[in-house]
């Protein structure tokens, strides 16, 4: 697969850059998913942080509460079943997904996989999936694998720093 690459022509003024899809170096294997980091808190002096995701059907996050960010999903490729508070939105190819703070949401994958772009404002909680990933050996996603339990306590134990609550199911 080629790396795209980005080129800024011209003055760089502060806070300006441009990075493209895959990255090696900005990517991480995280849960199961590979994420690259598009844009990060450090790149947009905290605006917000952009990363495309990549997942399989089946690889779905436990609810979960954003406290500091708002999050914002545009669906490239497949579809997904978003639960946001008391709402179910089901998502295709081209479909925007808001998911405000404070509010508990989750989804599902539907189709065999999707493609994401994932939007935190401001920026923040990228750490989090930083802090409880490893850098991708290549652009590809992880093996299939039953995520350990070290690695679960990990995260429930580094949610709080970053602003983050697993919240037990609906009913």
């Known amino acids: 697969m080629a790396t795209q690459s980005t080129q800024i022509i011209g003055a760089n003024p502060p806070g300006a850059f441009g990075r493209g899809r895959q990255s ?3 990517s991480v294997w995280y849960s199961g998913w590979l994420l ?3 844009a990060t808190g450090e790149d947009t002096q905290g605006q917000f942080a952009l990363m495309e995701q990549i997942a399989r059907k089946g690889n779905v996050p436990p609810r979960h509460i954003h406290h500091r960010e708002d ?3 545009y669906l490239v490729e497949g579809e997904m079943t978003f639960s946001i508070g008391d709402r179910t939105i089901k ?3 081209g479909t925007m997904v808001f998911a405000p703070r404070d509010i508990p ?3 599902t994958i539907d189709s065999e996989q999707v493609r994401m772009l994932v939007q935190l404002t401001p920026a923040g909680g990228e750490g989090f999936f930083k802090a409880c990933s490893v850098p991708a050996p290549t652009m590809t996603l992880p093996p299939p ?3 350990p339990y070290s690695e679960k306590q990990k995260m429930m134990a580094l949610a709080p720093e970053y602003g983050m609550e697993f919240v037990m199911s609906k009913g």
């Open 24 to 26: 090696l170096e900005q």
């Open 36 to 38: 690259t980091f598009l």
């Open 71 to 73: 999050e914002a999903f």
């Open 91 to 93: 998502a295709t190819a």
């Open 105 to 107: 949401h989750s989804f």
């Open 145 to 147: 694998a039953e995520i």
